[in-house]
């Protein structure tokens, strides 16, 4: 059978792609879309690159956003949200962004506008995301029946499958591991935060698995701090065993 392209909605434009991730705007909605099969890339040893938790994490940004979500008519996984005005982090520094009269540079990337909406991020998710996450609690591990623990963890522990647990008690509070500035949308001017998207990888789980990704840095140390991984691991065994 002829493998097809994803489908396109009408004014549907590809800005912006990964290995595992298509990302493509319309007029009003942005659209996150799985890579088709004949667009997977190969990594060094020549093997497709691909995550075996893609559906269900596509599923999970769904479930935690309450959004328009897939598969399309090819079985590939898709969320489509409202298109915001704003910029996203990993644009900010392209050039200055403040008002006529109060640019920092002329022309160019502006490290200085970067600088500042970094640190209104930081604000953001230590005084209103991480205090707000911490809000809601649940008595099940995941979110809607789907377990899908950190990347580092899935890195040392490659399971097909994780199952959900429950507990007498609220102990899980929503995590979402991917939250940094990268991931949110800044206004024009002030550069303060207007939106925090990206929420696949969002689920209930221990209070010890909340991670912000401030930096690649810090996020390539969760991988290599085994001790660490360890411990989370542990605590996922011991609920888990204590629940049975």
Not at 134 to 157: E, F, I, N, Q
């Amino acid at each position: 059978m002829a493998v097809t392209t994803p489908p396109t909605k009408p004014g549907e434009t590809e800005v912006y792609s990964t290995a595992l991730r298509i990302y493509s705007w319309t007029p009003t909605t942005f659209i996150k879309r799985e890579v088709p099969p004949q667009r997977r890339q190969k990594n060094q040893r020549g093997e497709y690159i691909i995550d075996p938790f893609v559906k269900e994490l596509f599923q999970i940004e769904a479930s935690a956003l309450r959004l328009l979500s897939g598969p399309d008519e090819n079985g590939l996984a898709f969320v489509e949200t409202e298109l915001l005005s704003g910029i996203p982090g990993s644009r900010v520094r392209e050039e200055c962004r403040m008002p006529d009269g109060e640019k920092h540079v002329d022309a160019g990337e502006c490290t200085l506008c970067e600088e500042k909406a970094w640190a209104n991020a930081e604000s953001y998710i230590t005084n209103v995301v991480l205090p707000e996450l911490a809000k809601l609690r649940s008595k099940t591990m995941g979110l809607d029946g789907k377990v899908v623990p950190p990347p580092w963890v899935r890195y040392h522990d490659n399971r097909p499958t994780w199952p959900s647990k429950t507990s007498d008690t609220d102990q899980y509070i929503l995590c979402n591991w991917d939250i940094g500035a990268h991931n949110m949308m800044f206004e024009y001017g002030m550069l303060e935060v207007i939106a925090v998207y990206d929420w696949e990888n969002a689920g209930y789980f221990p209070p010890e698995f909340q991670f912000v990704n401030r930096s690649r840095q810090e996020l390539d140390a969760q991988f290599e701090d085994i001790a660490k991984i360890s411990i989370k691991q542990g605590k996922m065994a011991e609920r888990s065993k204590a629940l049975r």
